[in-house]
Nanobody, 125 residues
């Protein structure tokens, strides 16, 4: 059974930092894109950052310059370092993997077929 398990969410003050982790088990995603999405109540999931096998990355406008996505291909994990957090970053954050794309880049939610359970990030002002 394939599982993606996030950790590292929580409550932080504006200007603070958090590091999200996502550990995959059941299969490896070395060749596949992995990403972080966010979702607010009643809203669609929106891309935060994605990274492919070659280390290419893509960030949303709001994440660019403040967040950093990274991967550990040995540990089969993806991370999101979140700095200079703002109250508007408050959301549930999900990690995702696209097992059907090898070596390419994926940046839209419907293309990802594996998802974590989500972790709440709350940024207080």
């Amino acid at each position: 059974q394939v599982q993606l398990v996030e950790s590292g969410g929580g409550l932080v003050q504006a200007g603070g930092s958090l590091r999200l982790s996502c550990a995959a088990s059941g299969r490896t995603f070395t060749r596949n894109p992995m990403a972080w999405f966010r979702q607010g109540h009643g809203k669609e999931r929106a891309l935060v950052a994605t990274m492919n096998y070659g280390g290419n990355t893509y960030y949303s406008d709001s994440a660019e310059g403040r967040f950093t996505i990274s991967r550990d291909y040995v540990k089969n994990a993806v991370y999101l370092q979140m700095d200079s957090l703002k109250p508007e970053d408050t959301d549930v954050y999900y990690c995702a993997a696209d097992s059907r794309t090898d070596y390419g880049m994926t940046d839209v939610a419907p293309e990802f077929d594996y998802w974590g359970q989500g972790t709440q990030i709350t940024v207080s002002s």
